[in-house]
């Protein structure tokens, strides 16, 4: 009995031995269904950078899996799939390296894939780990997932239907024969189910307009005018684009973000102060115009200046002041400006004098008092940086009720500042009694934050919000394609 025993075992371990041969001898990702469901994760993480149009390598590697696999044998995909993850690693290191505030995608990546990956991957496929070392490679941001759910719906999406001109406005309630390519289109960008409505604008495609309108930063009025049919009929694989560089721009902040931050987001005019997982404040903002753009950074909120003077910066002076002043001396104490020196006195100088000077150059800085017309208003937020950006509030309210609103000079206004000031400040313990005091002198009063907010402006012109994408007008013209690009730097040569 022992014999036969001794035997059994002994062809149970040639039979491991040779198992385990045969296992061996199968490339890496098709050695069974581990490896196989860790290969088309792969694909989808590839299929997602490739969206951005980052780097053709990319777009290289996955046309090679996807589109040419029959061509190939199972050793040459499975070197792919190996070629891919070690380019990926590769990416998502360059990405993390790149300065926090500072990420122009524009920028070649020098991307030097690891050789000495390849054995931790045949270690990880022996002790099945292959889709564990997989999945490591997704970026920690908590919308990646949905947010490459999407771009993969929309690089499935049918090319977008040929308008011929003229094109008019359709406002709801009318009938037109475009109404039936903009259900199918809304349709296509899963925003309402398939229906056969026709060619009436009802009530029910009316209030899916509106929905994408919104979802878009436009006027949610119905109307679809060119606004309207531009994001309508974009394709698909530029929406992909766009919203996998912004997944990208999103993944490189968070990566440097604390938990509790306040935000601005440039193209979606838009701030928030993000506190234990909650939005604590939002606001409208209004952001630097295309020659003054507003710069991305990372930054901390540190003081809060109540009736705040504002020193006109030398290139705002020179370039929107000194030709009003040089046509009008009067315009300085009309607007409550001073004339100061350089050893920082104010000068009482004639309005002819004043005239005179802005007409030769203007030795001196020009200083704003504290006031109704004061144009930093009754709040300035004091931001930790080089370049004299600041949040700030504004006597122009009027300017929050456009949806595109890059008016500044650099610095962003706040909407709501006045609510953000109480916030800081009786966050700080500052009593109610006590900013009325401050207010009340006219005189400025720097209070300073004793918990500074760690400060983000950021340039998402995508984002997912309730389940569904966002998209924003890319005012700088950051996300253009890098072919484009190329072409402006070049001409600017």
């Not at 990372?298 to 929107?320: E, M, Q, T």
Request: proline fraction near 6%; charge should be positive.
């Amino acid at each position: 009995m022992k014999r036969y025993l001794w035997l059994w075992l002994q062809s149970l371990i040639l039979f491991l031995l040779l198992l385990g041969q045969v296992l061996a001898a199968e490339p890496l990702w098709f050695a069974g269904k581990s490896p196989r469901s860790a290969a088309r994760e792969l694909e989808a993480q590839l299929t997602t950078v490739v969206a951005a149009q980052i780097d053709p390598r990319f777009e290289a590697l996955r046309r090679a899996l996807v589109e040419e696999s029959e061509l190939q044998d199972i050793e040459t995909r499975s070197r792919l799939y190996s070629d891919a993850y070690q380019l990926l690693a590769a990416f998502w290191q360059e990405l993390y390296r790149r300065p926090a505030g500072k990420l122009d995608l524009n920028e070649p990546f020098l991307l030097v894939p690891d050789d000495s990956l390849l054995p931790r991957l045949t270690e990880a496929a022996r002790d099945a780990r292959l889709m564990e070392a997989v999945l490591q490679l997704e970026p920690l941001f908590d919308d990646y997932l949905l947010t490459r759910n999407w771009i993969r719906h929309y690089l499935s999406l049918p090319a977008p239907p040929t308008l011929k001109g003229p094109l008019r406005l359709i406002a709801p309630g009318e009938w037109a024969d475009e109404v039936v390519l903009i259900r199918q289109r809304l349709v296509d960008l899963n925003l309402m189910p398939p229906n056969d409505g026709g060619q009436w604008m009802d009530s029910a495609l009316v209030a899916r307009i509106q929905d994408f309108q919104s979802q878009h930063g436009l006027a949610a009025d119905g109307v679809v005018g060119p606004s309207t049919r531009y994001w309508l009929y974009l394709s698909g694989r530029e929406r992909a684009r766009l919203l996998a560089r912004s997944l990208l721009r999103q993944v490189h902040d968070h990566h440097f973000f604390a938990r509790d931050h306040f935000r601005v987001n440039i193209p979606g005019f838009q701030a928030v102060w993000v506190e234990g997982q909650q939005i604590r404040f939002r606001s409208k903002v209004v952001v630097g115009r295309l020659q003054r753009q507003t710069p991305t950074m990372h930054s901390a909120l540190k003081y809060v200046v109540i009736n705040p003077r504002w020193n006109v910066p030398r290139s705002i002076l020179r370039r929107d002041i000194l030709p009003k002043i040089a046509s009008d001396g009067g315009f300085v104490a009309r607007h409550g400006y001073e004339v100061v020196g350089a050893e920082g006195q104010v000068l009482a100088l004639t309005e002819e004098q004043i005239q005179s000077a802005a007409q030769q150059g203007f030795p001196y800085r020009l200083r704003q008092k504290p006031g109704p017309g004061n144009a930093l208003g009754r709040y300035k937020f004091y931001l930790d940086n080089a370049r004299a950006i600041y949040l700030h509030d504004t006597p122009e309210s009027h300017l929050f009720r456009y949806r595109q609103r890059a008016f500044s000079s650099g610095c962003v206004r706040l909407d709501q500042a006045e609510e953000l000031a109480y916030q800081l400040l009786h966050r700080n313990r500052t009593s109610a009694s006590q900013i009325a005091r401050w207010q009340s002198r006219r005189e400025p009063k720097w209070v300073e934050i004793t918990e500074p907010v760690p400060t983000y402006l950021v340039y998402w012109t995508a984002w997912i919000e309730g389940g569904q994408p966002q998209f924003r007008r890319d005012i700088y013209g950051w996300e253009r394609p890098t072919s484009e690009v190329t072409t402006v730097r070049q001409s600017h040569r």
